[in-house]
């Protein structure tokens, strides 16, 4: 957010046309000020608020055969590719959706979810061990790609693992 101060009001035009917040004309009045960062603040409040409401659901919906499927986030498992369809393993039963695997991956919440394998992305809460180069999701075994070990292991351990 920005809120241009000048001398030069031949500028606020252009000022408008680059989505600034508000234009102060110098020397700033105390209460032009004052009305220019409440204007910012509620224009922050509002941006994350929206930003909330959209993560705030606990569930999602998908096209699997003729009709939509309701989906709670704690209950995936883990998503997989399968060519222009994405498969999502849950508690009880597997989904096969159309939507492309990436489709569906950069929909979902980032910090609920995370992307093993080019073809595997796991909940992050549903891990429960990481063994060599797979991780554990109850009895099922998924692969790391090499590419993104690390980046799993760190979003995974975190600060959660004691050492010696």
Same mark, same amino acid.
């Given at each position: 957010?920005?809120?241009?101060?000048?001398?030069?009001?031949? *500028?606020? %035009?252009?000022? *408008?046309?680059?989505?600034?917040?508000?234009?102060?004309?110098?020397?700033?009045?105390?209460? =032009?000020?004052? !009305?220019?960062?409440?204007?910012?603040?509620?224009? @922050?409040?509002? !941006? @994350? =608020?929206?930003?909330?409401?959209?993560? #705030? #659901?606990?569930?999602?919906?998908? !096209?699997?055969?003729?009709?939509?499927?309701?989906?709670?986030? /704690?209950?995936?498992?883990?998503?997989?590719?399968?060519?222009? *369809?994405? $498969?999502? /393993?849950?508690?009880?039963?597997?989904?096969?959706?159309?939507?492309?695997?990436?489709?569906?991956?950069?929909?979902?919440?980032?910090?609920?979810?995370?992307?093993? /394998?080019?073809?595997?992305? $796991?909940? &992050? #809460?549903?891990?429960?061990?990481?063994?060599?180069?797979?991780?554990? &999701?109850?009895? %099922?075994? %998924?692969?790391? #790609?090499?590419?993104? !070990?690390?980046? &799993?292991?760190?979003?995974?351990?975190?600060?959660?693992?004691?050492? =010696?």
């Amino acid at each position: 957010m920005v809120i241009f101060t000048t001398a030069f009001a031949e *500028y606020a %035009i252009e000022g *408008y046309a680059l989505d600034v917040i508000d234009y102060l004309l110098k020397p700033i009045p105390f209460n =032009r000020f004052l !009305k220019a960062t409440q204007k910012a603040f509620d224009f @922050h409040l509002l !941006k @994350h =608020r929206q930003a909330d409401e959209k993560t #705030s #659901s606990d569930y999602f919906f998908v !096209k699997c055969d003729s009709k939509y499927e309701k989906v709670f986030y /704690h209950e995936v498992l883990y998503l997989e590719a399968l060519q222009n *369809y994405s $498969v999502i /393993h849950t508690t009880d039963k597997k989904l096969i959706a159309y939507i492309t695997f990436n489709g569906l991956i950069e929909q979902l919440p980032k910090e609920l979810f995370l992307k093993v /394998h080019k073809s595997y992305t $796991v909940a &992050v #809460s549903k891990i429960t061990a990481i063994e060599g180069n797979e991780v554990v &999701v109850g009895k %099922i075994k %998924i692969p790391i #790609s090499r590419n993104l !070990k690390d980046e &799993v292991n760190d979003k995974i351990l975190k600060n959660n693992l004691l050492k =010696r």
